[in-house]
């Protein structure tokens, strides 16, 4: 019984005028790395992670501090989308909305 191996080559013959070779190698090399990646998983700075795993209860709150240092936005921790939208009216920045955007307070 045939295999869909057994089709490759009469596909290849109908489609080799068609295929851009070095674009699909350059393609192949690309999914090659992904599959080995996707076997081994993704590579990651250790290091950096640890630092990152170590800090992460104090990080949230100095990123909070240094982007919104006057609370326009964040109640403590929190993001507060009423205070969002008033922030974009204010300072007149065009934000997209879903059609069921809405603010908690409206």
Do not use: C
């Amino acid at each position: 019984m045939p295999t869909g191996f057994d089709a490759l080559p009469k596909l290849l013959d109908r489609m080799i005028e068609r295929i851009d070779l070095p674009r699909a190698v350059l393609g192949g090399r690309y999914l090659r790395a992904v599959a080995t990646m996707e076997h081994n998983g993704t590579p990651i700075d250790v290091d950096t992670l640890g630092r990152l795993r170590e800090h992460w209860p104090t990080i949230p709150e100095k990123l909070i501090e240094r982007v919104d240092p006057a609370e326009e936005v964040f109640s403590g921790r929190t993001f507060k989308a009423d205070r969002w939208a008033s922030y974009l009216v204010r300072n007149k920045i065009e934000w997209p909305k879903l059609p069921k955007w809405q603010t908690r307070s409206g």
